[in-house]
């Protein structure tokens, strides 16, 4: 038979590649992707060297793959889409015995916690993990730069929010430009992206018991009416008089607030300063500050 009479050529020697993914916290959910140097049958181009995958090696495990006899470069990636980041080259010399590598994947978060191999002395491979880890230091500095200024950006109080007075019939109050305001069933309400103001004004006409009142006092009826829970107390503080608490919004949302007792000639105003629960430290004294530019007319 024909298919009987051909040339059978016996398999190429192949050498054994170990290599073990040290056990650690440092990326310990990411599966790395393994290729090794092959120019017959490239899947893809790692630092212009044509490759094909070799297999996928998970924190604290072994892979063996075959390699012929020639020097050949390995790469560890995390995904094909980032070669350029998160990886790690070594070479692996001409020879015809098994190799055992180790590597780990060490913390660099501007570089996605990247895997090192261990005991590289290649020049070229030393080379290239100074360019990025220069460049993970850039991208580090760069985000960070980037979330200061957006959050600059939207504080209550940021650098792009200039001094900005809103005027009533019965008081004036410097926020900042960020804000905007609306009047709604007799109560003014200013809005920015952090934080809320909402103005109440009780006016002795129409509340006569109120009028020789002092905060304390009027908190303590404020608590009959359930507007406040029996431990809210008056904090003196900066010339103000003021109760904080949280309570659940409008929204449904527990929030914190500030509120701060003001008395004028003709009535009783509560201006409730209000935020996140996890905001409020930081706001406090910016609330105070504004707080502090209340006039009553």
């Not at 929010?161 to 900042?176: N, Q």
């Not at 200013?190 to 304390?216: K, L, P, Q």
């Not at 914190?256 to 409730?272: I, P, W």
């Amino acid at each position: 038979m024909i298919y009987l009479n051909v040339r059978r050529f016996g398999g190429l020697k192949m050498r054994r590649v170990y290599l073990t993914r040290e056990k650690s916290f440092v990326g310990c959910l990411a599966k790395l992707q393994v290729y090794i140097e092959d120019h017959a049958r490239a899947e893809i181009e790692l630092d212009g060297i044509p490759c094909r995958c070799a297999g996928v090696l998970a924190n604290g495990e072994t892979i063996d793959f075959a390699a012929s006899e020639e020097a050949r470069h390995i790469f560890v990636i995390c995904a094909p889409n980032a070669k350029k980041y998160c990886g790690d080259k070594i070479m692996i010399p001409a020879g015809d015995t098994d190799v055992e590598l180790v590597g780990r994947n060490i913390y660099n978060p501007g570089l996605g916690n990247p895997f090192r191999f261990h005991g590289v002395t290649d020049e070229g491979a030393l080379e290239g993990r100074k360019r990025e880890n220069i460049k993970g230091i850039a991208l580090t500095v760069a985000a960070v730069l980037i979330g200061i200024v957006f959050g600059v950006m939207i504080s209550a109080d940021g650098l792009f929010a200039s001094d900005k007075s809103f005027v009533s019939d019965g008081f004036e109050i410097t926020l900042t430009t960020n804000f905007s305001d609306k009047f709604e069933d007799g109560v003014y309400y200013f809005g920015s992206n952090d934080c809320s103001v909402a103005v109440y004004e009780y006016g002795y006409a129409d509340h006569v018991t109120i009028e020789a009142m002092n905060a304390a006092q009027f908190l303590e009826l404020l608590k009959d009416s359930g507007h406040f829970a029996e431990e809210v107390k008056i904090v003196s503080e900066s010339g103000l008089e003021f109760s904080e608490d949280r309570a659940e919004s409008n929204s449904g949302e527990i929030r914190s607030y500030m509120t701060v007792f003001v008395k004028g000639d003709e009535s009783f105003f509560l201006f409730e300063f209000g935020c996140e629960v996890k905001d409020y430290s930081k706001l406090r004294s910016t609330f105070i500050k504004w707080a502090s530019t209340i006039k009553i007319k």
